[in-house]
C-alpha cells in the first residue's frame, strides 16, 4: 500500500498516469489524429486542430465516473494484490465506499476491463470439459439440473503445463451449445481432447481436430487432468473467496476474474498486474467500445 501511496500522491498524479497508458506515443486526437492540444481543468484535452474536446477517461470503464480515480486506482490496486481475489463487499470495506450497490458496479467494470482485449482464442492441444458450479447436488450430464450452471472449460496444454484457460457458462450440454462455446473459445485447426460424451461430435466438421479420450485406454480415471485441475481450482477459488456465495446470475463475473488471474498466475510482480488492468481499462477497441459504454454490460 505504501508503494501505492507513493506513486499516486494525488488525483493529477493518477490522470498522469493514466495519459501515459493512454497515448503511449503522446497525445492524438481522438477525431482527426492531431498532436497538439491545450490542457484544460480535470484531466480534459481540446485539440488545437479540430476543437474536439476529450478527456483522458472518455470510452474507458473509468467514463463519467463521479469519484476520483484515485480510488479507483486503490480499487485496482487491491483487487490485483489480493490473490485469492476480491468480493464486493470486502472491496466495499477496504475503499470505505457508501454502498455496497457501487462496490458491486465497479467489480463489473473491471471485469469488462479483465476480458475485453483478452478476446484472442486459445490455440495449440486443448483440454475441454463440462462441470457444474451451484447446487449441493450432483448435475447428470446433458440435461441440465437445478440451482447449478454448467460451464465449459477449455486448458491448454504447455508441455506437463496447464497454458492458459477459457471459461465459459453455457446452457447445456448438447452438440450446438459446446461447438458454440468452443468456436469462441479455441481457434479452429487446434487439437480438441475431450472425453467421449456425443455433445461433443460436432467439432471436427467445425474444422478442428478431435482427440476422444477413453476410459479404456491406459491413463487411469483422470482423463482430462488438466481441465479437471481448472475445475478443481476454480471450484476451491469460489469456496475460499466467496464461500460459495455466489448467485448464478453473477457467476459470468468471477470466470472472467478467475481466468484473469489464472492466466497471469506466473507473473511474479503484482504491480504488473495492475499495470495490465490499467492498460487494459483504456484500451479502446473501436468496434467494441460502443458495446461497452452504455450498453448491458456497463449499466448494471
Ligand atoms: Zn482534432
Known amino acids: 500500500m505504501q508503494e501505492f501511496e507513493d506513486k499516486f500522491t494525488s488525483e493529477q498524479a493518477c490522470i498522469d498516469y493514466l495519459f501515459r497508458m493512454r497515448w503511449p506515443e503522446g497525445f492524438r486526437c481522438p477525431r482527426c489524429g492531431y498532436e497538439r492540444f491545450w490542457a484544460m481543468n480535470r484531466g480534459l484535452y481540446r485539440c488545437i486542430s479540430c476543437d474536439l474536446q476529450t478527456s483522458v477517461t472518455a470510452g474507458t470503464i473509468f467514463q463519467a465516473t463521479r469519484k476520483p480515480l484515485k480510488l479507483w486506482f486503490q480499487a485496482i490496486w487491491y483487487v490485483t494484490n489480493q490473490k485469492p481475489g476480491v468480493s464486493a463487499l470486502g ?41 457444474y458450479i451451484g447446487g449441493s447436488k450432483p448435475g447428470k450430464r446433458g440435461r441440465g439440473a437445478s440451482g447449478k450452471v454448467l460451464v465449459l472449460v477449455a486448458a491448454q496444454e504447455d508441455g506437463n503445463r496447464i497454458g492458459r484457460i477459457r471459461l465459459r457458462r453455457v446452457s447445456d450440454a448438447s452438440g450446438k451449445s459446446l461447438a458454440e462455446a468452443i468456436q469462441e473459445m479455441v481457434m479452429p485447426g487446434s487439437i480438441i481432447r475431450t472425453d467421449d460424451w456425443s455433445g461433443y461430435r460436432g467439432l471436427v466438421p467445425s474444422g478442428y481436430i478431435h482427440d476422444i479420450i477413453r476410459k479404456d485406454t491406459s491413463i487411469g480415471d483422470n482423463l482430462l487432468p488438466k481441465a479437471n485441475r481448472v475445475v478443481s481450482l476454480l471450484k476451491r477459488w469460489l469456496l475460499g473467496t466467496h464461500q460459495g456465495a455466489i448467485q448464478s446470475s453473477h457467476l459470468d463475473y468471477y470466470l472472467d476474474e478467475f481466468t484473469f488471474r489464472f492466466n497471469r498466475r506466473t507473473s511474479r510482480s503484482r504491480g504488473k498486474l495492475f499495470y495490465r488492468l490499467i492498460q487494459q481499462a483504456v484500451s479502446i477497441e473501436p468496434v467494441t467500445a460502443s458495446k461497452i459504454i452504455g450498453g448491458p454490460k456497463y449499466n448494471i
Open 91 to 131: 472491496l466495499q470495506r477496504v475503499l470505505g465506499l457508501g454502498s455496497y450497490h457501487t462496490s458491486w458496479t465497479w467489480l463489473h467494470k473491471l471485469r469488462c476491463a479483465m476480458v475485453r482485449p483478452g478476446r484472442d482464442r486459445l490455440s495449440g492441444t486443448i483440454e475441454v470439459d463440462e462441470t
